[in-house]
């Protein structure tokens, strides 16, 4: 009978984990390395995240088990949502992403959470009579969102989704026209990007003060691809453009001509 045969179950379940995680941990550093010269930046497991989740999620995400407990994490950060605590929400998903930095929903939803659904309850806050105070706790949400959002992109600089959805923040909630111009000019540039991406670029920088030229150039290149990219709101946003810039008439898009079919008949 072995040694181990004596020990109480518990601690030899946690001798077996220490163990897997001594012959996995060259293979892991292994991995954060490849990943690192591939353009990847994975946070390596340090002593902040062991705070977080506890000696035995530490010891399970060190033995090659992040993403059965990114799962379980993500989990309670959804009751926590329910609960309405957002800062432990907060400290969940910053855990969650640490653990799975290569998945893009994680990044996506906990930006979401912050960004929409922690600010707009910051504002609503009636246990807070300061209208200041609340609106500095939906600025402060707002930019935590973002803050994951732009952690996700360092993570996956590759991927159009999360920069999508950064200029969508940026949009909406910071009122930042050029910042969110930008963003989606990047993610129409990666691939996968749906074709709307470059539209909203051009139409971002139509918001801004002088970039009205640029956003002119953009959305008659976009015009200029065929029938499937001249939408109404490209066509309208084109025609405004002209009118404000004075471009000449020969120069202009042409209005639509209608068909004989639709021309109205004449009265018996």
């Not at 010891?59 to 989990?75: C, D, E, M, Q, T």
């Not at 999508?164 to 691939?191: M, N, Q, V, W």
């Not at 015009?223 to 109404?232: I, S």
């Amino acid at each position: 009978m072995s040694a181990a045969s004596f020990l109480p179950r518990s601690l030899q379940a946690v001798l077996m984990v220490i163990i897997a995680g001594a012959i996995l941990l060259p293979w892991q550093k292994e991995l954060q390395s490849t990943a690192t010269k591939s353009g990847f930046h994975s946070v390596p497991l340090g002593i902040d995240l062991r705070e977080q989740i506890g000696q035995s999620g530490f010891l399970a995400a060190l033995s090659g088990f992040r993403s059965p407990v990114a799962a379980l994490l993500w989990i309670e950060a959804h009751a926590a949502w329910e609960k309405t605590e957002w800062g432990r929400m907060a400290s969940l998903f910053n855990t969650v992403t640490t653990l799975q930095p290569h998945s893009l929903l994680y990044w996506d939803i906990a930006a979401w959470h912050m960004a929409w659904n922690a600010s707009i309850a910051a504002l609503q806050d009636k246990r807070q009579p300061s209208e200041v105070l609340r609106e500095r706790a939906r600025r402060q949400y707002i930019q935590l969102g973002r803050d994951f959002l732009e952690r996700g992109i360092r993570n996956n600089p590759d991927s159009y989704l999360l920069q999508e959805r950064l200029g969508i923040l940026l949009r909406d909630k910071a009122e930042d026209h050029a910042g969110a111009s930008t963003a989606f000019a990047k993610a129409a540039s990666l691939p996968g990007a749906p074709a709307y991406v470059a539209r909203f670029a051009a139409y971002e920088a139509a918001k801004v003060p002088g970039m009205e030229r640029e956003a002119y150039e953009r959305l008659r290149t976009l015009y200029d691809q065929g029938e499937k990219m001249r939408l109404p709101s490209l066509v309208t946003e084109l025609r405004r453009l002209e009118e404000k810039l004075g471009i000449p008439a020969d120069q202009r898009i042409p209005y639509p001509t209608a068909s004989p079919s639709t021309l109205p008949k004449p009265s018996p």
